[in-house]
């Protein structure tokens, strides 16, 4: 149904249907995608010294492909937020940093990109087919991996299923009690950014708490988490028209009005439903009306939703939506905030305790950015 990361680059150039050109190239995206599928379901894996070399040799396959598929066809045909230089950018550093040492980042940019391109090539049913029947032959016996791979590939109603198998096998299973921690995350963002389903998200974290077995903080976060959607479950999504961008802007900033003007409230249940929610209204919007003039403005709001919601839990984007920005729009005022919240998140993910180490491919993409925006503001 749907395959996300390596993919980024298989379906970053077409439908595996639609585009017969390119389908050698995504024939072979598809061996790379299965060849790490151990390794993208396990940052244990995926980090491994010594498997290092099959991870780096895939990274550089799929970079060689990528670049011999047209990327702009499918873009323009489904308003696909992100462009193509920008996401064949972030496979590149992707691969980079991988052999810089931050082997967890790397991860998490691969699964983040590819995760933007199946937002677009998940909604053809002839790849969607393709994938799922792949996957058939390659199933993971660890639940929490399998469903990690299946979100990765944006195949969620079987992610859920494979996460509340392994939520209720703790503690005899593999899951850990961080892993379990992220199943509700990945459980908070399918139900309400995804399917818009807050009765769904009651029921799911029901389903949770009937093992009494898991940490109690663990499922007292859950009562609250479970709370907050019982308050929210009447609330509509509202939808806007091209013409209604105003409107769109005043609900933004009335939701968003105390984080915006920068005061943060952390892991607070109500909050983190409600970043998702706006940031699924804001997703749907650009998706509608790729041309919209808040263009600029919504991908700030979406990386500014997701770069505050508790754990990245779902792969997001708010790196690329701050690089998109400042690469389409700078000479827009809100690109200067685009580049600093960039700078800003992208050195934390580089700082530990023996310091910042960027690596030299990600420093140089920051003073490219830079220098477009003063640029622009001469």
């Not at 045909?77 to 496979?91: A, D, E, K, M, Y």
């Not at 590819?114 to 677009?120: A, D, E, F, Y």
């Not at 639940?143 to 195949?155: A, C, K, S, T």
């Not at 580089?350 to 003073?367: I, N, Q, Y």
Request: with cysteine.
């Amino acid at each position: 149904m749907k395959l996300r990361l390596l993919l980024a680059f298989v379906m970053l150039g077409g439908a595996f249907a639609a585009f017969a050109d390119v389908k050698p190239f995504m024939d072979q995206m598809l061996v790379e995608l299965f060849k790490l599928k151990p390794y993208i379901a396990s940052e244990d894996k995926y980090t491994d010294p010594k498997n290092h070399e099959v991870v780096d040799s895939s990274l550089k396959k799929m970079i060689e492909l990528s670049q011999k598929i047209n990327h702009e066809k499918m873009i323009q045909r489904t308003g696909f937020v992100v462009s193509s230089n920008i996401l064949n950018q972030q496979l590149k550093e992707a691969e980079a940093v991988y052999n810089n040492g931050n082997k967890a980042y790397s991860l998490w940019m691969l699964k983040s990109t590819l995760g933007v391109c199946m937002n677009c090539h998940t909604q053809l049913p002839a790849v969607s087919t393709v994938f799922t029947d792949l996957n058939k032959g390659h199933i993971l016996t660890n639940d929490f991996e399998e469903g990690e791979f299946l979100f990765v590939i944006r195949n969620f109603k079987e992610a859920m299923k494979s996460y509340e198998a392994a939520i209720k096998g703790y503690p005899k299973n593999q899951l850990t009690s961080v892993d379990a921690d992220k199943v509700i995350f990945r459980q908070l963002f399918y139900y309400v950014r995804v399917d818009r389903n807050f009765p769904g998200l009651i029921s799911a974290l029901s389903k949770d708490l009937e093992n009494k077995q898991l940490p109690l903080s663990l499922q007292n976060k859950i009562k609250d988490f479970r709370s907050a959607a019982e308050k929210m479950k009447s609330e509509a999504y509202p939808a806007f028209s091209e013409a209604q961008e105003n409107d769109l802007r005043k609900y933004v900033e009335s939701s968003l009005q105390e984080e915006l003007a920068g005061k943060f409230s952390f892991a607070l249940p109500a909050k983190e439903l409600n970043y998702l929610k706006v940031s699924s209204v804001l997703y749907d919007y650009l998706n509608k009306y790729p041309g919209t003039r808040l263009k600029p403005d919504i991908l700030y709001w979406l990386s500014f939703c997701e770069s505050h919601y508790s754990h990245n839990a779902f792969y997001s984007l708010p790196e690329l939506y701050l690089k998109q920005c400042v690469l389409e729009f700078p000479k827009n005022p809100i690109a200067k905030k685009c580049l600093t919240q960039y700078q800003d998140l992208v050195t934390i993910a580089f700082t530990g305790s023996s310091g910042t180490h960027l690596p030299d491919a990600v420093v140089k993409e920051m003073k490219t950015m830079e220098e477009l925006v003063k640029k622009m503001d001469k």
